[in-house]
C-alpha cells in the first residue's frame, strides 16, 4: 500500500515537460525538512533506478543521463516534491517512484506514476 501521493505523470512528445508531484499526507514541516527525498524509475524490461535525490540538506544529486534536464525541488507550504522533466527524451519513458526516507531510516513509497515519451 502506497504512503506517498503522486501525480503528473502523463504522455508526452519528445522535446516536452511534465511536472511530478509527491506528498505524504499528514505530514508536519519539521519532519517533511528531515526527510530525503527521492524519485526513481523502472523503465519497460529495466531495473528500477534512481534519478534525482534531495538530502536533508538541501542538496540534490542526479542520476547523469537527467543532468541538466530534470530537477527537484519542494514547496515547503504545501510540503510537497517535485520533479521538473523538461527535454524528455523517448528513453526516459517509465513509472516514476517517489521515495522518502524520515529521521529514523523509515521508507514511504509512492503508487508510481507513468511517464511516456514519444517520438
Known amino acids: 500500500q502506497a504512503q506517498l501521493v503522486e501525480s503528473g505523470g502523463g504522455f508526452v512528445q519528445a522535446g516536452g515537460s511534465l511536472r511530478l508531484s509527491c506528498r505524504k499526507p499528514g505530514m508536519i514541516l519539521s519532519t517533511f525538512w528531515s526527510t530525503t527525498m527521492n524519485w526513481y524509475r523502472q523503465g519497460p524490461g529495466k531495473e528500477r533506478e534512481l534519478v534525482a535525490s534531495l538530502t536533508t540538506a538541501r542538496t540534490t544529486n542526479y542520476e547523469d543521463s537527467v543532468k541538466g534536464r530534470f530537477t527537484i525541488s519542494t514547496d515547503n507550504a504545501k510540503k510537497t516534491v517535485y520533479l521538473q522533466m523538461n527535454s524528455l527524451k523517448p528513453e526516459d519513458t517509465a513509472v516514476y517512484y517517489c521515495?522518502?526516507?524520515?529521521?529514523?531510516?523509515?521508507?514511504?513509497w509512492g503508487q508510481g506514476t507513468q511517464v511516456t515519451v514519444s517520438s
Open positions: 521515495n522518502m526516507i524520515d529521521s529514523r531510516g523509515l521508507h514511504y
